[in-house]
């Protein structure tokens, strides 16, 4: 315990400003950078804050649980650029996740699909099974096209805690837990909607933004 606290003590967490509607090309390419590398790092939503990193580098994974303290048997959500790079995550993709991906993306809609095999096991919680969402954010969209490929996101704080709505709020939250954070001010959207749709049924994990009564609208057309 000693060591791990040692540790977080020499992580030193930078704090860059940014538009959330015209985010600094500068700033996303250090996100970019950091990420690349490993690191872990908090940007603004379109649904509060996230914590993002690389789910293909277990030391990014390993990092994002630790900066949490987060249980290792909880799944790591993803944000995805498009419906398209889902494809290359998911085992399968269903009539019903399309129809959800044309209706609510991009937007506060996370999936539950079955994990590809080239997913590792320890960023769906070995699980096998992964969230995934499309989120309305300039500051995703721009960090996604640098890096060509998904990122974790799971929310900015340490768990059992309330999510920062704010960059300030991150900061004073995760100092020395994460390299860096993309502070846009508040951010204040409704948290993302949860929809398990890996089996052959569908359920509603945690309602958010997008309503219980509306995701059973779409889905009464399959």
Not at 53 to 60: M, N, Q, T, V, Y
Not at 180 to 194: E, H, K, P, W
Request: glycine share 10%.
């Amino acid at each position: 315990m000693a060591v791990g606290v040692l540790r977080w003590l020499r992580v030193p967490t930078d704090l860059i400003e940014i538009d959330q509607q015209s985010p600094d090309g500068d700033a996303l390419d250090r996100a970019a950078d950091a990420i690349r590398a490993g690191r872990v790092v908090a940007i603004p939503t379109d649904a509060l804050y996230a914590l993002v990193a690389d789910p293909f580098s277990l030391r990014a994974v390993r990092e994002v649980y630790r900066a949490k303290g987060r249980e290792i048997n909880r799944a790591l959500p993803m944000l995805v650029s498009d419906a398209m790079m889902v494809e290359e995550l998911a085992r399968e993709i269903t009539p019903r996740f399309r129809l959800l991906a044309r209706k609510f993306w991009p937007g506060p809609l996370t999936m539950i699909l079955q994990a590809a095999a080239g997913i590792p096991l320890r960023a769906t919680g070995n699980t096998g099974r992964l969230g995934v969402r499309h989120a309305e954010s300039r500051v995703v969209d721009g960090l996604l096209e640098r890096l060509g490929q998904p990122v974790i996101a799971t929310s900015a704080n340490i768990s059992g805690h309330p999510t920062c709505s704010s960059g300030i709020e991150v900061f004073g939250m995760m100092d020395g837990r994460v390299d860096l954070v993309l502070d846009g001010g508040f951010c204040g959207g409704v948290g993302a909607t949860t929809i398990d749709i890996s089996g052959s049924g569908w359920k509603v994990l945690k309602e958010g933004a997008v309503l219980t009564r509306e995701l059973a609208e779409c889905l009464d057309i399959e």
